[in-house]
Structures are given as structure tokens and as C-alpha cells.
């Protein structure tokens, strides 16, 4: 098929934020650009779309490329198309979300990338285009549509204690949880079982593993 315009049109990119739950804090994947525009600054894994793949194949690739990792799950989250946004062209990026445990996430950096390393939300560094912008939006949208089940769905291990559970809402909520009130909603919610095993930790009294009853 021969692909003919006689008009200026812009290119499409994809970009992925992946995010994950790191020492009870929000964190998400960050690469380092190896080359111009922005060489050396850190941004949101992602580049353009071939001229044969759809827009989630072309995120899967991108992602795989530059940093290891092979995505389970996306979810869009929009497009951003400022026409300052990219000094090379006219370009259009459309956004995807991805959710993984910590234990996961082996980052090996390739292609254009030189790094690929995991960052707190609440401690960036300065990103290339309008990668902050785009964070922003995904980090509000997490908080707005994660629940306590999709927390125990995406971002738990296999086994974990129940203080790691809350740990991990409030670092995707952004806000403290009272125990007691978390303890009665995981009741009624049915998403966890224990299983039979304990972690210990130090001195302290062990603390009872649980596993997710929710499958993707």
C-alpha cells in the first residue's frame, strides 16, 4: 500500500508510563535519552509509530526496546499534541499506563536509551518534552481509578503481609489509610486469603503472607 499526502501531517509517537509500589512509594520508569532533542535528560519510556503496527503494539515495542520490560497490562490514558512539544517535527504522543510489581521489573536500557532506572513521583528530575505534564496526568488518573482491588490485582507480589498492602494504597492514593478501617474493607471486599505462611522481620512478631483471590 503506498502511502501519499500531498499536505503536512504530523507523526505519531507512544510513550508508557509504567508504574510500580518501591519501599511503600509511588515510582514509576524512567529512561535517559542518549540522543537529540534532550540527549542526556530523563523521559518516559516510548517512540514513534511504524507505519504497519497499531498504536498498543507499537507501545509494547517501545517499552520492550528501551527498557527490558514487557507489559502485562495498558491502559491509554490519552494524547498530548502541543504543536511545540518536539523540536523535530510535528508530533503526537498517545500515553499508556502500565502496572507492575516491584519484583518484576528487571530494567535493562536499549536502543536510543542510555539508562533505564526506577523513580519516586514525589522526587523527579528534570524530563524531556513535556514529560512532567504527561506524568502529571497519569500519576492523577492512578489516584482517581486504582482501588484497593486493583492495587492487589497490578502492583502486589505473589505473597505479601497486609502492612505492605495498605503501604501500597497509600502510595498510590497519596494519603494515609486508618488500619482498622482498611483491615474491615478488606474483609467485606473478599480480594485476599493468607497462606499459612508468616515473614519475620527482625525481633518484631512475625506477620502473616497473604495472596491476591483477584486474577488478571
Known amino acids: 500500500m503506498a502511502y501519499t499526502y500531498e499536505y503536512p501531517h504530523p507523526a505519531v509517537t507512544v510513550d508508557v508510563t509504567v508504574f510500580t509500589v518501591a519501599g511503600g512509594r ?19 519510556p516510548g517512540g514513534f509509530v511504524e507505519i504497519d503496527e497499531s498504536l498498543e503494539r507499537a507501545a509494547l515495542r517501545e517499552l520492550r526496546e528501551e527498557t527490558g520490560l514487557k507489559a502485562g497490562f495498558l491502559e491509554q ?26 519484583e518484576q521489573l528487571q530494567l535493562e536500557a536499549g536502543s536510543d536509551a542510555a539508562d533505564a532506572r526506577l523513580f519516586f513521583v514525589d522526587d523527579l528530575p528534570e524530563l524531556a518534552f513535556d514529560h512532567a505534564r504527561i506524568l502529571g496526568h497519569a500519576v492523577e488518573r492512578l489516584r482517581d481509578r486504582l ?14 503481609t497486609l502492612t505492605e498492602l495498605q503501604q ?17 474493607k478488606l474483609k467485606a471486599l473478599d480480594v485476599v486469603a493468607p497462606t499459612g505462611e508468616v515473614r519475620r522481620d527482625g525481633p518484631s512478631r ?7 483471590l483477584i486474577h488478571i
Request: charged fraction near 30%; glycine fraction near 6%; hydrophobic fraction near 45%.
Open 147 to 160: 482501588d484497593t482491588e486493583g492495587v492487589v490485582q497490578r502492583l502486589m507480589p505473589e505473597s505479601f
Open 206 to 212: 512475625p506477620a502473616r503472607l497473604y495472596l491476591s
Open 168 to 184: 501500597a494504597c497509600e502510595a498510590v492514593s497519596g494519603e494515609p489509610i486508618d488500619k482498622r478501617n482498611f483491615r474491615k
Open 77 to 102: 490514558l490519552g494524547a498530548f499534541g502541543r504543536p511545540d512539544r518536539d523540536p523535530r517535527e510535528r508530533v503526537i504522543t498517545v500515553v499508556y499506563i502500565s502496572l507492575a510489581p516491584f
Open 26 to 44: 509511588l515510582a514509576v520508569v524512567l529512561v535517559r535519552r542518549a540522543e537529540w532533542p534532550h540527549a542526556g535528560k530523563w523521559a518516559i
